[in-house]
């Protein structure tokens, strides 16, 4: 599903001329990655909360911090210092930054966040599977 509409968002702003780029076809195989990431998270939160009351904490305490220091809305370089290292911390800023590269064209220094995605999934995945296959067989 976020395949999908990462799809239309990228026909759209293509035919908007937004971009410049035909590296930007690239998007398109980095969108499973880029939502295995955020699957893998809300799986591990599923796993973890206890009821439906506690995905508000996972809401303001992740999801809208995610956003505010992903470089969505405004530069990283504008933020404060302390915020450009949390910055580093959330996904959602790893994942703007190559979809980012990829629409201008700009291979450059796009594989660190290629590899701080992979090995998010690949360390956060074996958990929630295992928690959520507990929790269905029993």
């Known amino acids: 599903k976020g395949v999908l509409f990462?799809?239309?968002m990228l026909l759209v702003l293509s035919?908007?001329?937004?971009?410049?780029s035909w590296s930007a076809?690239?998007?398109i195989p980095f969108l499973f990655l880029a939502n295995m990431v955020f699957a893998t998270i809300g799986m591990t939160v599923t796993a973890l909360v206890p009821s439906m009351d506690f995905f508000n904490f996972y809401m303001t305490g992740f999801v809208t911090p995610s956003f505010l220091l992903s470089g969505i809305f405004f530069p990283i370089d504008?933020?404060?210092a302390f915020a450009?290292?949390?910055a580093n911390f959330s996904p959602l800023f790893h994942v703007v930054e190559v979809v980012r590269a990829l629409a201008w064209g700009q291979f450059d220094g796009i594989g660190i966040h290629l590899l701080v995605i992979a090995?998010?999934?690949?360390?956060l995945?074996?958990?929630p599977v295992y928690k959520m296959a507990k929790k269905l067989v029993t």
């Open 6 to 8: 990462g799809c239309i």
């Open 15 to 20: 035919l908007v001329g937004l971009i410049p």
């Open 25 to 27: 076809l690239w998007i």
């Open 78 to 80: 504008e933020l404060p």
């Open 84 to 86: 450009q290292v949390l």
């Open 119 to 123: 090995v998010l999934v690949i360390v």
């Open 125 to 127: 995945l074996p958990y």
